[in-house]
């Protein structure tokens, strides 16, 4: 649109760009006129709001087609599955996944959803620990490349007290992601907990790096500099870790 018109009017003109192309199902104009506006109007709260709306309403419309198309997929099942876990209906969200598995036991993804729900149940058992735990397991048989598995695997040992076990599966998933900030402060906690503390120092940098804000990464560091005579790297990172905390009623042990 020339540049020449009113700020305002272009806007607006999007704004029914985007309401008229969803009105008559058009997707690729719709994506178009989004794309337009974004790029002339990226932090126009009106803007951001119509584009929020347009983006749910592309989703439900995406997911309805999926449902029409291929009501029986695996991809299907896995969506419901998901949409009944946010609303809280964690048995049937169980049973699709468990449907799914007995669908196709090697499904990528699949034990790995089902594991994470078990432990995010508010009602799980004094067992859903160790059965979410043999998810995990399947899971990483079928898929060696998902690190989420392996970080919640070395979640499990560590707080079984387990560090030997932790620290291996922590490294597995930082070497298949970079970026896996909690990964990084599992190992570093681990090696802290084995009083390894120079080892520990490596991956909590990173995880300081990836996670500047989080207080508990400040504190760890601190205990793993302080503890191997970096005392004054140390009290650096306690003080971080008072700032961030000062409003939270925390002490710096």
């Known amino acids: 649109m020339s540049s020449t018109v009113p700020t305002e009017v272009r806007k607006q003109a999007g704004v029914l760009g985007v309401r008229c192309s969803l009105a008559m199902d058009d997707r690729d104009s719709t994506d178009e ?6 790029r002339q109007f990226p932090k126009d709260p009106d803007v951001l709001f119509v584009i929020v709306h347009a983006y749910s309403d592309l989703s439900t419309r995406t997911a309805q087609d999926l449902g029409r198309y291929a009501p029986e997929s695996i991809a299907a099942h896995k969506l419901n599955a998901e949409a009944l876990e946010m609303e809280g209906k964690w048995d049937e969200a169980q049973k699709e996944y468990e449907g799914m598995i007995q669908k196709d036991p090697n499904a990528r993804g699949i034990h790995f959803l089902l594991g994470r729900l078990l432990l995010s149940r508010p009602d799980a ?7 979410a ?3 995990f397991l399947r899971e990483i048989k079928i898929d060696p490349s998902n690190a989420g598995a392996h970080y919640i695997l ?4 560590r707080r079984d007290a387990k560090c030997d076990e932790a620290i291996p599966q922590f490294s597995e998933a930082v070497q ?14 681990c090696l802290v907990t084995l009083k390894k503390y120079e080892d520990a120092i490596p991956p909590l940098r ?3 790096r990836l996670t500047p804000g989080n207080p508990e990464v ?3 560091l601190g205990t793993a500099l302080q503890r191997s005579g970096h005392k004054e790297e140390a009290e650096k990172e306690f003080a971080i870790h008072r700032s961030l905390t000062s ?3 925390s002490q710096n042990p």
């Open 125 to 131: 058992g004094p067992d859903a620990s160790a059965h």
């Open 218 to 220: 400040h504190n760890t």
């Open 154 to 157: 070395g979640e499990l040992a």
């Open 247 to 249: 409003g939270q009623g």
């Open 206 to 208: 990173v995880a300081e």
């Open 33 to 38: 006129f989004i794309r337009q506006l974004t």
């Open 176 to 189: 298949l992601d970079a970026n896996f900030a909690e990964a990084y402060l599992g190992k570093g906690l």
């Open 133 to 135: 735990k043999e998810e």
